[in-house]
């Protein structure tokens, strides 16, 4: 079992920055692809990135490509996601979550793990 805690998030006027931080435990994250969601209200929960279990390859939601960075230091197993130039329409509870599938996925339904989640709002 692995058990995901994030934290980081807050309240944030338009155009500010964020870093999320997602902390493992249970088991190394080290064998898992790494992944970033959020739901906002009302909304179904989306992709926003993943990362490779070793690091290097890594996909972003089009809405917060070079906007949104996600890292890895699975000597410390911690996934992060740091978020610039934050939009209103980034607000959402935000998620991390683990998969042991062959390649990286935006697909939730792939995740056998997921944290509580941390609430992000951006302000105008």
């Known amino acids: 079992q692995v058990q995901l805690v994030e934290s980081g998030g807050g309240l944030v006027q338009a155009g500010g920055s964020l870093r999320l931080s997602c902390v493992a435990s249970?088991?190394?994250?080290?064998?898992?692809?790494m992944g970033w969601f959020r739901q906002a209200p009302g909304a179904e929960r989306e992709f926003v990135a993943v990362?490779?279990?070793?690091?290097?390859?890594?996909t972003y939601q089009d809405s917060v490509k070079g906007r949104f960075t996600i890292s890895r230091d699975n000597a410390k197993n911690t996934v992060y996601l740091e978020m610039n130039s934050l939009k209103v329409e980034d607000t959402a509870v935000y998620y991390c979550?683990?998969?042991?599938?062959?390649?990286?996925?935006?697909?939730?339904?792939?995740?056998?793990?997921w944290g509580q989640g941390t609430q992000v709002t951006v302000s105008s």
């Open positions: 979550a683990a998969t042991s599938s062959v390649i990286p996925t935006r697909r939730p339904q792939s995740y056998e793990y």
């Open positions: 249970g088991r190394t994250i080290s064998s898992y692809h």
């Open positions: 990362i490779r279990w070793r690091g290097g390859v890594i």
